[in-house]
């Protein structure tokens, strides 16, 4: 039984012609791409996590290379419209004892054929604190890289489902 739900699956997801969002991804960006996160003056040290995060992701989700702008093909802008930490649970004291992250990014794009795009995604990431607490800086930067990563996801699903292609 456990032979044949297996062999099921494999006929199926090979059959239907699925194909995951990171493959797809691999055909839209060229090797080198340049990523840009603009720096947010009213909130300078978590566009920082931001920008560290989203070009970790660029390397590690789609197997880029970064350079630097004049050097690369495809150009990412990103701007951090809006971040919130906003509290969901109290204690019985009336603490905060948890909160969610709520990242706002944009994304321009801009492909080596001259292609241009605009796209508008967000990210969110609960996390506990101690009663009676601030957020600490390790769990800022914890939700802020969670966040920054749904969003990094959202971003890339929406590129693919318009059906980039790059020029090869």
């Not at 340049?34 to 390397?59: C, G, H, W």
């Not at 990103?78 to 019985?92: A, C, E, G, H, Q």
Request: charged share 25%.
């Amino acid at each position: 039984m456990k032979n044949f739900f297996v062999c099921f699956l494999i006929l199926f997801f090979s059959a239907c012609g699925y194909t995951p969002t990171s493959k797809i991804a691999n055909n839209i960006f060229n090797d080198k791409v340049y990523v840009n996160v603009e720096l947010n003056l009213q909130d300078p040290k978590n566009s920082i996590f931001v920008a560290d995060t989203l070009k970790e992701m660029v390397i590690s989700k789609l197997g880029r290379k970064l350079a630097l702008k004049d050097e690369a093909d495809d150009i990412i802008n990103v701007r951090m419209s809006n971040l919130d930490f906003i509290p969901l649970i109290y204690d019985k004291n009336g603490y905060v004892v948890n909160y969610k992250a709520k990242l706002n990014l944009e994304f321009y794009v801009v492909f080596k054929n001259g292609t241009k795009e605009h796209f508008k995604t967000s990210g969110s990431y609960n996390f506990d604190i101690s009663p009676n607490s601030i957020i600490s800086d390790s769990a800022r930067y914890d939700a802020i890289r969670a966040a920054s990563s749904e969003a990094f996801d959202e971003f890339i699903s929406a590129i693919a489902i318009k059906g980039y292609k790059r020029d090869i």
